[in-house]
T-cell receptor, first 116, second 110 residues
Framework: DAGITQSPRHKVTETGTPVTLRCHQT?????MYWYRQDPGHGLRLIHY???????DKGEVSDGYSVSRSKTEDFLLTLESATSSQTSVYFC???????????????FGPGTRLTVL | RKEVEQDPGPFNVPEGATVAFNCTYS??????FFWYRQDCRKEPKLLMS???SGNEDGRFTAQLNRASQYISLLIRDSKLSDSATYLC???????????FGTGTSLTVIP
């Protein structure tokens, strides 16, 4: 258990409303990630963070922003939700615990977001 | 072209069977490789990292072929509890970005 929680776990919202998803970790890992998972696409990276206030865009960042004001929390915001952002959102942390010099990712339980 | 490609399956195998999945990756600079398991409506969970020399964990064996740019996962003596989707993941260790395949679905039948 990598100590990752996500909130809310489920959310239904309407087009045009702002939505913020929260990822919380208890182990002070430096790297945190937000992904979305859709049928036929696998997990796609939205944004990631490599430290407090240090973030960068991923493959599908349009329409999303992130913030990381403290190590344990990584927030994903949809400024104005659209139906195309209906998805399952996973947060992940990266550890340096893998053998052979590999870093491994561990995921939170996910947030199911429906935009009507 | 996708960074990582997998046969989506589904693979339906009887209990006790041996099943193998392959995954190809497009970027020869890829440095780290993993197999994850994902159960329906759950988060992906790390099954095993894949090392250059190949590695084994119980009934699971992972291998890497850098020349042909593919990784494989072999499951021996399949159990009903092995039914899941298996995700292939590669990382370039640059920007610490990980790329996921769409997954291969496995159902083990009694």
């Amino acid at each position: 258990d990598a100590g990752i929680t996500q909130s809310p776990r489920h959310k239904v919202t309407e087009t045009g409303t702002p939505v913020t998803l929260r990822c919380h970790q208890t182990e002070n890992h430096r790297y945190m990630y937000w992904y979305r998972q859709d049928p036929g696409h696998g997990l796609r990276l939205i944004h990631y963070s490599y430290g407090v206030k240090d973030t960068d865009k991923g493959e599908v960042s349009d329409g999303y922003s992130v913030s990381r004001s403290k190590t344990e929390d990584f927030l994903l915001t949809l400024e104005s939700a659209t139906s195309s952002q209906t998805s399952v959102y996973f947060c992940a942390i990266e550890t340096g615990l893998g053998g052979g010099g590999t870093n491994e990712q561990f995921f939170g339980p996910g947030t199911r977001l429906t935009v009507l | 072209r996708k960074e990582v490609e997998q046969d989506p399956g589904p693979f339906n195998v009887p209990e006790g069977a041996t099943v193998a999945f392959n995954c190809t990756y497009s970027n020869s600079a890829s440095q780290s490789f993993f197999w994850y398991r994902q159960d329906c409506r759950k988060e992906p969970k790390l099954l095993m990292s894949v090392y250059s020399s190949g590695n084994e964990d119980g009934r699971f064996t992972a291998q890497l072929n850098r020349a042909s740019q593919y990784i494989s996962l072999l499951i021996r003596d399949s159990k009903l509890s092995d039914s899941a989707t298996y995700l292939c993941v590669v990382s370039f260790n640059t920007g610490n970005q990980f790329y996921f395949g769409t997954g291969t679905s496995l159902t083990v039948i009694p």
